[in-house]
T-cell receptor, first 110, second 114 residues
Framework: DADVTQTPRNRITKTGKRIMLECSQT?????MYWYRQDPGLGLRLIYY???????NKGEISDGYSVSRQAQAKFSLSLESAIPNQTALYFC?????????FGPGTRLTVT | GQQLNQSPQSMFIQEGEDVSMNCTSS?????WLWYKQEPGEGPVLLIA?????ELTSNGRLTAQFGITRKDSFLNISASIPSDVGIYFC??????????????FGKGTLLTVNP
């Protein structure tokens, strides 16, 4: 079984809808991250959490919110989706310097 | 924010050829990581480097942590079709407040012709 899982793997939604992307990990790591990937732009950090009580904004947090429900769970929400939030979204976890990624969620906002 | 310049952006090579790619930064990093991403998947860690000058291998892959701590190189020897993918470098800053955050390069797209 995968150490980092993401649901859903694919999602199409309409402008203005609220959606949540979920991430779960079995690695026992304290640190979790949400990234966004766009063609030609690499991976950009949206939010990160160093433990259950710690939430920090990344470089592109506007339009997003997160919740760290437990050590193993970190969810990303788009309160009112817009088309330029169409992208690949990755969750990652870390217990040291290295980060381990989930398989990603492909989100399309129409 | 910090930027990593990764080059080349893309490479088209013949099976059996060697490949080199690199990342440079204006900032000093205390850790360099190299990832590979295949279509429809998340990035997978290939090699981690922790000391300036360090040279580390993983099968046909070899990566080096530059002496200046501002660059890193990845070499792939005797390429095969399954090497196809996007390769990303990532650096971790040498700064207490930024510990455990990575800065990513924009990736090198590798295509291997059989």
């Amino acid at each position: 079984d995968a150490d980092v899982t993401q649901t859903p793997r694919n999602r199409i939604t309409k402008t203005g809808k609220r959606i949540m992307l979920e991430c779960s990990q079995t690695k026992g790591h304290d640190r979790m991250y949400w990234y966004r990937q766009d063609p030609g732009l690499g991976l950009r950090l949206i939010y990160y959490s160093f433990d259950v009580k710690d939430i920090n904004k990344g470089e592109i947090s506007d339009g997003y919110s997160v919740s760290r429900q437990a050590q193993a769970k970190f969810s990303l929400s788009l309160e009112s989706a817009i088309p330029n939030q169409t992208a690949l979204y990755f969750c990652a976890t870390s217990g040291g310097h290295e980060q381990y990624f989930g398989p990603g969620t492909r989100l399309t906002v129409t | 924010g910090q930027q990593l310049n990764q080059s080349p952006q893309s490479m088209f090579i013949q099976e059996g050829e060697d490949v080199s790619m690199n990342c440079t930064s204006s900032s000093i990093f205390n850790t360099w990581l190299w990832y590979k991403q295949e279509p429809g998947e998340g990035p997978v860690l290939l090699i981690a480097l922790y000391k300036a000058g360090e040279l580390t291998s993983n099968g046909r892959l070899t990566a080096q942590f530059g002496i200046t701590r501002k660059d890193s190189f990845l070499n792939i020897s005797a390429s095969i079709p399954s090497d196809v993918g996007i390769y990303f470098c990532a650096g971790q800053l040498d700064s207490g407040g930024s510990n455990y955050k990575l800065t990513f390069g924009k990736g090198t797209l590798l295509t291997v012709n059989p």
